[in-house]
């Protein structure tokens, strides 16, 4: 059972350009939430995807904005980037009533 | 104030020893709280989770939640050099699960030593 799968591993990017990252859920879970984690932090929640739709969002401007396909994998874009969106982001994968089960995350260096 | 705070240490401890990892809160709507451990480079793992107040053990790992005081507690017995990692606590209104965000601590990096 392949658990939740992220794309690409590592990227780099300079300031200014945008950026997609790709998340594959977990077999069996239809919810898809994303973090981002930057050095020596916990991960903070960007937002969360069900139903083809945002569900909830967290404290992150309008130049990160998601996707979630009919397949329940999502896409995060990320516009205009700046030296600070630098870190790792993290996705999660969960149904109702789970827990979130995370992949091993997209490391972005914005030069 | 942030809502959970957690001490990011480095904990160094040797092996064999007992490792206490703790977080305080403030937001007295959680009712959901894990344990994720991270190693380096890769993304956080469920360790352990506890509903309410009260205590949960799972082999060498027990877990309590004080709601009381918004303090949460992780205790590592018989430490082994594959426990050195990252410990994140999180925190959740509801489940954790689909419908409601997970607040992280910062992280304790760990160190056990042979």
């Known amino acids: 059972d392949a658990g939740v799968t992220q794309s690409p591993t590592h990227l780099i990017k300079t300031r200014g350009q945008q950026v997609t990252l790709r998340c594959s859920p977990k077999?069996?879970?239809?919810?898809v939430s994303w973090y981002q984690q930057a050095l020596g932090q916990g991960p903070q929640f960007i937002f969360q995807y069900y139903e083809e739709e945002e569900r909830q969002r967290g404290n992150f401007p309008d130049r990160f904005s998601g996707h979630q396909f009919p397949n329940y994998s999502s896409e995060l874009n990320v516009n205009a980037l700046l030296l600070g969106d630098s870190a790792l982001y993290l996705c999660?994968?969960?149904?109702?009533?789970?827990?979130?089960?995370f992949g091993a995350g997209t490391r972005l260096s914005v030069l | 104030q942030k809502e959970v705070e957690q001490d990011p240490g480095p904990l160094s401890v040797p092996e064999g020893a007992i490792v206490s990892l703790n977080c305080t809160y403030s937001n007295s709507a959680f009712q959901y709280f894990m344990w994720y451990r991270q190693y380096s480079r890769k993304g956080p793992e469920l360790l352990m989770y506890t509903y309410s107040s009260g205590n949960k053990e799972d082999g060498r790992f027990t877990a309590q939640v004080d709601k009381s005081s918004k303090y949460i507690s992780l205790f590592i017995r018989d430490s082994q050099p594959s426990d050195s990692a990252t410990y994140l606590c999180?925190?959740?209104?509801?489940?954790?699960?689909?419908?409601?965000?997970?607040?992280f601590g910062k992280g304790t990096l760990l160190t056990v030593n042979p």
């Open positions: 999660a994968s969960s149904n109702t009533g789970s827990f979130q089960y």
């Open positions: 999180a925190m959740s209104q509801n489940s954790g699960g689909s419908n409601y965000k997970l607040t």
């Open positions: 077999s069996g879970h239809d919810t």
